[in-house]
């Protein structure tokens, strides 16, 4: 049971940076679980068996999700759930699983099905007293009404998830929570806010995030520089960003910040620069398949000449980039 309790702990370390390896530990910890109980001289009592059985297969299920194999995350999450709905599994198991449960639906952009596992793991948590495991529900929750394009209740949950963290628990959600915070406040133009938590999300970043990550803080700093005024520091940031996320091939994230880009340069009244900008993405979009009325709008952009405009197309593109089922 230790060694299974010591995969379990790696697993979680490792599965942000070395998710293969955060595999291979949650795959093991679930072929250790399940012989444990098989002979007479078991070393674990059948009533034990459960809840580490649930806990190894919510975890394989996890990384499997990180890892992108969706149909293989479902099967293992699947059987996790009905391990832990056996009556000797206690609390703090059945609350994970529910937890891993909802990622799984948000990943899959499904945030009704999210809502009812969330709320589970809320209730869990909270009857158990484990302030750090409801504060990581509450980053999902963040997380979740982010994407459901309501910033204003998903900075409420962050700064409320935030606040219950143990930071010697998982120290990486520190980072997370940063994130999430610093990019909820940017899409609530709150740039102030936002300005005086930039110095810590850099901080965690460099600790926890990974070249993707870096990229991102930097397009959010862009928008910060932008939104206070500054449009030189913003246009350094997003050409940065830009050509880094079409280099990587990430073509919906060239997108968006594309359209920051064309923003700064409508606010100038740089219309001559719009076009190219405009059709480069469009070329990648469409190799994504991505809808044709994205296209027409990027299109429409491209033709532009007039501020007010040129403002409805930004925001019509960005809202149907942003709800794109590959995003």
């Known amino acids: 049971p230790a060694v299974v309790e010591g995969l379990l702990a790696r697993c979680r370390g490792r599965w942000s940076d070395l998710p293969r390896e955060a595999l291979a530990d949650a795959h093991l910890a679930t072929e250790l679980a399940s012989r444990l109980s098989e002979d007479q001289d078991s070393f674990l009592a059948d009533f034990d068996q459960p809840p580490l059985m649930a806990r190894s297969w919510g975890a394989r299920g996890n990384v499997l999700r990180i890892l992108g194999d969706l149909p293989a995350a479902e099967w293992a999450?699947?059987?996790a759930g009905e391990l832990a709905g056996q009556p000797m599994v206690g609390k703090a198991a059945r609350a994970e699983v529910f937890s891993f449960q909802a990622s799984l639906e948000i990943h899959r952009r499904q945030f009704e099905e999210a809502r009812r596992p969330l709320e589970e793991a809320a209730k869990l948590y909270g009857s158990l007293g484990d302030?750090?495991?409801l504060g990581r529900v509450l980053l999902q929750t963040s997380k979740?009404?982010?994407k459901l394009g309501r910033p204003l209740v998903g900075l409420q949950a962050v700064q409320r998830g935030e606040s219950?963290?143990?930071p010697e628990r998982e120290p990486v959600l520190?980072?997370?929570a940063a994130s999430i915070h610093l990019r909820l406040l940017?899409?609530?133009?709150r740039f102030v806010e936002a300005e005086r938590l930039l110095p810590r999300a850099k901080e965690f970043c460099a600790q926890y995030g990974g070249a993707l990550e870096h990229l991102r803080v930097l397009w959010w700093e862009g928008r910060i520089e932008a939104g206070l005024g500054r449009p030189s520091?913003?246009?350094s940031a997003f050409s940065e960003v830009?050509?880094?996320f079409l280099r990587e091939g990430i073509g919906l994230d060239a997108a968006l910040v594309t359209l920051d880009l064309a923003a700064l340069y409508v606010t100038e009244g740089r219309w001559e620069e719009i076009p190219p900008l405009a059709a480069e993405v469009v070329a990648v979009l469409r190799g994504m398949g991505v809808e044709r009325e994205v296209l027409a709008a990027m299109l429409l952009l491209a033709e532009a000449n007039e501020r007010q405009l040129a403002a409805g197309l930004l925001a019509e593109a960005r809202q149907r980039l942003e709800s794109n089922p590959r995003g």
């Not at 940017?186 to 133009?189: I, P, Q, R």
Request: net charge negative; charged share 40%; hydrophobic share 40%.
């Open 77 to 79: 999450l699947d059987k």
């Open 131 to 133: 302030w750090h495991g």
């Open 144 to 146: 979740m009404e982010l």
């Open 164 to 166: 219950m963290l143990h």
């Open 174 to 176: 520190r980072w997370v």
């Open 186 to 189: 940017c899409d609530l133009d």
């Open 233 to 235: 520091k913003a246009e």
């Open 242 to 244: 830009r050509e880094n």
